[in-house]
């Protein structure tokens, strides 16, 4: 049995930091997400995104996250939805691919983030 954490497994700390950077450089470039991104501090939102996904993968503790639910709220007023989300989910796996991250670590990924979906979509 593996009993490294998804954390491990995808490369760590580095691999983490590396994701995030590459990951915002796409949502920002997307004009169907950059609008929820203006006025936002990036420097802050890429380090809390960098916390959340290293405890998300199994790695440290849950008591530094927020509540997804509460943080997301104020975006689906202003109309967050599956598409948003979906979006989201995509250009997170191309990060992954372009750093060649092995295809079955994608797909845990890839649950891990979709099981944030009705959180962060306050359903
Ligand atoms: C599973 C999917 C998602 C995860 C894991 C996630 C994660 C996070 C995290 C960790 C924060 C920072 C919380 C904090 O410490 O303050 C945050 C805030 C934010 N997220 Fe998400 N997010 C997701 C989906 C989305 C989507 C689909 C959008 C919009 C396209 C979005 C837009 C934002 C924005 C604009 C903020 C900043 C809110 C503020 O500072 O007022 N997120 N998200």
Redesign the pocket.
Known sequence: MNTETLFDRIGGEYAINAAVDSFYEKVLSDDL?YP??EG?CMDT?MS??KS?LTVAFGHGSSET??N?RE??A??VEKG?NDT??DA?LGHMTETLQELSIAENLIAEVQDV?ES??DE?LNR
Do not use: A, D, T
Request: hydrophobic share 65%.
């Open positions: 997400l929820f991104f936002i939102q809390s995104m959340f996250i927020k997804m943080v997301h104020p975006l967050l948003h989300f989201i983030v944030y979906r962060v």
